[in-house]
């Protein structure tokens, strides 16, 4: 293997344990609030930063994929706002956490997919493929 992929490895896998790391660093972040409603406060802060992720990385890979490609996924990112939404409301109830959660693993989802394209090994059917 010569020293460029080793390189992108690397960076590859620390990039996914620091990214499941501040996933879970997070989270638990609001396990440390006593009160319902600073709790709360604290998830409505993750979702905010956490739907600003998933929509910049989002961007990125729309740029990086062919117009057929593109239209692929946005209409798959239309189907799991959906499935989203479904998963984590109750009873006319936003569950926080599970957004939140969702959210995480949608962007997580995507953005390998943008490390794949950046690399030059993009697969389509992937980038298009309900990931959930």
């Known amino acids: 293997m010569n020293m460029l992929k080793i390189t992108s490895l690397a960076l590859l896998a620390s990039g996914l344990f620091f ?15 006593t009160t319902s409603y600073d709790r709360t406060f604290c998830f409505c802060k993750l ?19 062919d117009k057929e490609t593109a239209e692929g996924l946005k209409m798959t990112q239309r189907q799991w706002i959906k ?17 939140y959660e969702v959210n995480k693993n949608r962007t997580d989802y995507l953005r390998e997919r943008l490390r794949e394209c950046k690399s030059g090994v993009c697969q389509n059917s992937l980038v298009v493929k309900p990931s959930w």
């Open 19 to 33: 990214s499941a790391v501040s996933s879970a660093t997070a989270a638990s972040s609001c396990d440390q609030y």
């Open 47 to 65: 979702i905010v930063e956490s739907d600003k992720e998933l929509n910049d990385v989002y961007k990125a890979l729309r740029k990086q994929i």
């Open 83 to 99: 499935y989203r939404n479904n998963q984590c409301e109750n009873n006319g109830t936003i569950q926080l956490q599970c957004n």
